[in-house]
Every structure is written in structure tokens, then in C-alpha cells.
């Protein structure tokens, strides 16, 4: 199966139904595990994006938060968002299918604190220097509840069973 033309197909077939052009296929050992288009405009929910949906479903379908074995196929290289996201769950690979210079002459999404082409540049500013109006408030107790769940997982400080750098083929 060409997982690449699904992707692109999905995409396809939610610009036709009045969503945005994005959508997401994760397979795993040949097969598709999860997919989902961008749902934003038909849910007013922010945080539909593919990516999103399809690791939710394909994280709930494992039982697992770790996506290890799986590629994942995006329409698009993915948001900071869906990024972050696909780090957290470590697949084996996601794969890409064109690039916002691609697409920008046909698609733009800039919001209020960013523009797609630099938002990528504010994560490596301080938090005082980044256009989202950000205050940080020390608080003891919100390290304390770390604290706790550390003592509740036998003294380790890491999450059980999470792949690790030390973990990937290089």
C-alpha cells in the first residue's frame, strides 16, 4: 500500500468536506494503525490536528504512550504543536510529504504571536523574550508535586518503559 497517496488522499478527501489541507497515517508493521485528518475548522478545537488525533488513537489502540516500531506519514513538515508531540511518542520515523515554502503560495496559518516561517525561532528565546506574553510564578508546591511522584515510582526519576536517546539506532 502506498501510505504516502493515503495521506495525501485523506488531505484531499477533508478539503473537499470544508476542512484544511493536513492529514496524518501511522502504520505499523505494514498495516495502518491510525489515521485522521486536520479537524480544527470542524471541531473549533486548536489542538485537532492530525497528528494529534491519529497518536491519540494509535496510542490508545497500543495501550502505550510509545509509538517505537511505527512511521508515521504527515501531509505537511508538522507544527511546533505536532512536532513536539511526535517527539514525545518516538516513532521509528515520520515522513513528510511537502514543506510550508511548498505550500505557502496556497496556504497560510499565522496567528496573533506567530508566523509559521518564524515561529520555530521563538522557542530558542527566553520565556521573556518570546511574542506570548509569558510570566513564571516560583511556586515550591508545584515542585513538590514531582517530588511526590517520584516517590510513588520507587525513586526514579524517569518515566518506566520510555524509550530513551540511548535507544535509538544511529
Known amino acids: 500500500m502506498d501510505f504516502a497517496q493515503r495521506t495525501i488522499d485523506l488531505a484531499r478527501r477533508n478539503v473537499e468536506e470544508g476542512g484544511r489541507p493536513f492529514a496524518t497515517v501511522i502504520v505499523r508493521d505494514g498495516e495502518v494503525l ?6 480544527v475548522a470542524q471541531t473549533s478545537d ?3 490536528h492530525a497528528e494529534i488525533i491519529a497518536i491519540r488513537e494509535a496510542c490508545t489502540e497500543l495501550g502505550t504512550e510509545h509509538l517505537t516500531g511505527c512511521t508515521i506519514y504527515v501531509l505537511a513538515h508538522p507544527c511546533p504543536m505536532c512536532l513536539g508531540a511526535l517527539y514525545y511518542c ?4 515520520v515522513v513528510f510529504l511537502t514543506t510550508r515554502d511548498a505550500y505557502e503560495p496556497h496556504y ?7 508566523e509559521l516561517n518564524t515561529f520555530y525561532g521563538e522557542f530558542a528565546k527566553d520565556h521573556t523574550e518570546r511574542r506570548l506574553p509569558m510570566r513564571h510564578e516560583p511556586r515550591e508546591a508545584a515542585v513538590d508535586v514531582y517530588r511526590e511522584w517520584q516517590r510513588r515510582n520507587g525513586g526514579e526519576r524517569r518515566v518506566a518503559g520510555a524509550p530513551t536517546s540511548g535507544d535509538t539506532p544511529r
Open 90 to 93: 518516538s516513532p521509528d520515523e
Open 108 to 114: 497560510v496559518d499565522d496567528r496573533k504571536y506567530f
Open 46 to 48: 486548536p489542538t485537532a
Open 34 to 39: 491510525a489515521e485522521s485528518p486536520n479537524l
